[in-house]
């Protein structure tokens, strides 16, 4: 049955307070299920919340509900326990600058113990409400689709106390002083929202923190210029997906995975792929804190203020694929990380070192460290600096960082297997780049070293900085140079070694603890 409201006496001419006609409208539908309630084009005030049963479908395009002065309730309330709620295509007005109370939401949807079910907000545009826009707490089966939130002294779009099955897709949420969209619950799954502006009061832009989740599924949303000191995605609880994200302008973290602050809560099964991550002012492009298997893969991560990705106390992590560049800080930091596969990542252009382990809770210990691209970063490629121990670090690219680093610590692509990576695996990384020169200074760690030297042909005969039982392989990618043992050098060599400059010929040496080098193999040349 369709109940328009003018029939009761509704005039939508903005100025007369309709909230007793549109409450006898409501009341009238949820006496004779299923119903229709319509509003015509026009602008309804109330002055008054208007309830609505089960059973109940709201239909406003056109049409919009304005809160009058003072009235500092919520709009639009579901009845507590009430099911089968749809409202469409409503514009509703808070009117916040001229509530003197606490105000209240545009919409409230209540239940308890999951009592309200298939509860759906589709096509509606609400803004300036005291608090939130669209809110839902202990429901089931909710649709929020296509939804304008503007302004507002609250969250955007709130769903809390254990809600389930929770779709949020296509909505656009802007300019609110809290979180654009904030969750709690189970199998929630937010996809394809723009959040734009939020957190002036220091709330993120999409954020599930603090909450019991299970089952939670954030894909294909944009997250940009977070007003204040929030993260772009903040979330915690097991069995977590976060997807083809892009968050631009976080003033904190980009995305951020933690149970709680406290860091002894374990998060289980994190997939984090395929985000776009860039301009973090204040934070880290990615912060993972405590995570019992995940998958971080096929990222990107630019100008971030801190680490590109920072990894504390997780285990049984696989971090691959991911693109990092520009960040003030290191590209990955690993702290209390174990039995984890840091493989096949790109750090380029960083402030610090490329990758750095340390101890966190119980130190970096069984991981393998593979295939890397670790460029041009003002820090080391890759450095050791405590309890690190059997972790595989084989076969990575690090070209262009700095070629030492401070304190006491272990680097590597400018690691030396001496002092702390003793227990650590360590072979066949490609490190930095030399020019040849009769004296050539090689960097003062790592075992695989380029010789350039296009404008040759250079005779090298001194190799300087060694320790005893140091091998290095010299890769003569470019080089036009002869490499000889004479009286005035410290190369002891099988006979004199050439190279064309386009064979890629090597030449391992073994130095002999007084700063001499013996010939161990050679390439055919």
């Not at 993260?231 to 083809?244: F, K, N, P, R, T």
């Not at 860091?263 to 991550?277: P, Y």
């Not at 990107?300 to 680490?307: F, G, K, P, S, V």
Request: with cysteine; aromatic share 4%.
């Amino acid at each position: 049955e369709v109940f328009n409201v003018k029939d009761f006496g509704a005039t939508g001419d903005g100025v007369t307070d309709d909230s007793v006609s549109i409450q006898a409208a409501l009341t009238a539908a949820k006496a004779s299920p299923p119903s229709l309630v319509l509003f015509p084009p026009g602008t309804y005030s109330v002055s008054a919340q208007l309830s609505i049963g089960s059973v109940t479908t709201l239909s406003g395009y056109g049409a919009k509900l304005f809160l009058a002065t003072n009235a500092n309730v919520h709009v639009l309330r579901g009845e507590t326990g009430a099911t089968d709620i749809t409202i469409l295509g409503l514009a509703i007005d808070g009117n916040m600058a001229n509530q003197s109370g606490s105000g209240g939401h545009g919409i409230s949807l209540n239940g308890t113990a999951l009592s309200s079910k298939r509860l759906a907000v589709q096509d509606c545009r609400i803004t300036n409400c005291k608090e939130t826009g669209i809110f839902a707490t202990s429901c089931e089966e909710v649709q929020f689709t296509n939804n304008i939130v503007t302004g507002g002294g609250g969250e955007g779009i709130q769903v809390t106390t254990a809600c389930q099955n929770v779709m949020m897709s296509g909505n656009h949420v802007k300019d609110t002083v809290n979180a654009g969209i904030s969750f709690g619950g189970d199998y929630i799954t937010i996809v394809g929202n723009v959040v734009e502006n939020c957190g002036s009061g220091g709330g993120e832009a999409i954020t599930g923190y603090g909450e019991t989740n299970d089952h939670v599924t954030i894909v294909g949303n944009v997250c940009r210029a977070h007003v204040s000191s929030g993260h772009g995605i903040h979330v915690g609880g097991s069995a977590l997906v976060i997807s083809d994200n892009l968050v631009e302008n976080a003033r904190n973290d980009g995305i951020y995975v933690e149970n709680t602050n406290d860091g002894l809560s374990a998060i289980d099964r994190v997939t984090i792929n395929g985000n776009s991550v860039r301009n973090c002012t204040n934070g880290a492009g990615m912060n993972v804190v405590n995570v019992r298997k995940g998958a971080i893969s096929g990222n990107t991560i630019d100008t971030c203020a801190q680490q590109g990705i920072n990894l504390l106390d997780c285990q049984d992590l696989a971090v691959s694929g991911n693109v990092i560049s520009h960040c003030t800080d290191k590209g990955i930091r690993m702290a209390g990380v174990i039995d984890s596969a840091i493989t096949g990542n790109v750090i380029v252009s960083g402030g610090s070192h490329g990758m750095q382990l340390l101890d966190g809770t119980g130190g970096c210990l069984s991981n393998v460290i593979s295939g890397n691209n670790i460029k041009d970063n003002t820090g080391t490629g890759i450095f050791f600096s405590g309890a690190e121990a059997n972790n595989y670090v084989h076969g990575n690219s690090l070209f262009g960082n700095a070629t030492s680093g401070t304190g006491s610590t272990t680097s590597l692509g400018a690691c030396d297997p001496t002092t702390n990576a003793v227990s650590n695996y360590v072979s066949d990384n490609n490190l930095e780049s030399v020019a040849a020169a009769a004296s050539v200074t090689l960097p003062t760690t790592g075992n695989s070293i380029v010789i350039t030297d296009t404008s040759g042909p250079t005779t090298i005969n001194t190799f300087v900085n060694s320790f005893a039982g140091r091998v290095v392989t010299l890769i003569f990618s470019n080089a036009v140079a002869t490499v000889v043992g004479d009286a005035t050098g410290n190369v002891y060599l099988a006979g004199t070694f050439t190279a064309s400059g386009t064979h890629n010929d090597t030449l391992t040496l073994l130095s002999n603890g007084t700063n001499g080098w013996i010939e161990v193999s050679r390439s055919a040349n």
